[in-house]
């Protein structure tokens, strides 16, 4: 309906009407044609509430707002991937405006390793290539007061169940992933061998900026804004 917004129903009262209703062989077939074919559902508002547990959490409803306009350089997104149970990480830098990345080797998923990880990654940038860095509300960032201490960068974090507030870093990790497969010991990996897995996705001509790669777009953008990436490689 529409033109009749009083007859809209919300997706969670639709799957609840699949899942609690039908009987038999009706909501076999009719679970059979959800994408994901579950027997089950959680409800998104169900399970533990997360927020709050990150102590001086800055949202990215506050953000200014040529952080989303993505015209000046320095603007981050941050995020970690994981590998085989969990036992191994690896961070993932995104530039907004040039989508020029950088990936971390950490320790583990601790808050400990990503104050350590995130910090030596950004301070490889020149100070005009580090101004902030928007993130999800993982654990692993509970000690973000202590990057913006060691880098200046400022942190803000996006809503909860939120990824496009994310949109960089949820498209890149796709190309991630095909060098670094889901259920791999991301351990291995050393700093040099994830560099070059990034300096090949930097040189990846990319179709929203005319077909230049995103080590062009960076160059350009820091030439722009009055400062030599020397570090940009």
């Avoid at 950490?106 to 993130?135: I, Q």
């Avoid at 000690?143 to 974090?157: D, S």
């Amino acid at each position: 309906f529409p033109n009749f917004e009083d007859a809209y129903v919300c997706r969670e009262t639709i799957y609840n009407a699949i899942y609690a209703l039908p009987v038999g062989e009706l909501r076999k077939e009719l679970i059979i044609c959800l994408r994901q074919g579950k027997t089950s559902r959680r409800p998104r508002s169900g399970g533990v509430d997360r927020r709050g547990q990150i102590p001086d959490m800055v949202s990215i409803h506050v953000r200014p707002p040529e952080i989303e306009d993505r015209v000046m350089p320095g603007h981050w997104e941050g995020d970690l991937i994981k590998g085989k149970a969990n036992a191994s990480a690896v961070g993932t830098l995104v530039e907004r405006s040039s989508g020029y990345l950088m990936l971390v080797k950490m320790l583990d998923a601790t808050a400990t390793s990503a104050v350590e990880g995130f910090s030596a990654a950004l301070n490889r940038m020149p100070l005009a290539a580090r101004k902030s860095m928007t993130y999800d509300q993982g654990r692993e960032m509970a000690r973000h007061t202590e990057i913006t201490q060691k880098t200046g960068v400022a942190i803000y974090f996006c809503d909860p169940h939120s990824p496009w507030q994310r949109g960089s870093n949820e498209n890149i990790n796709g190309l991630i992933r095909q060098y670094l497969p889901k259920g791999t010991d991301l351990s291995v990996y050393s700093q040099e061998q994830l560099d070059a897995i990034a300096y090949e996705l930097n040189i990846r001509p990319r179709k929203r900026f005319g077909f230049k790669c995103p080590i062009e777009v960076m160059t350009e953008l820091m030439a722009t804004y009055h400062e030599a990436p020397a570090s940009i490689q």
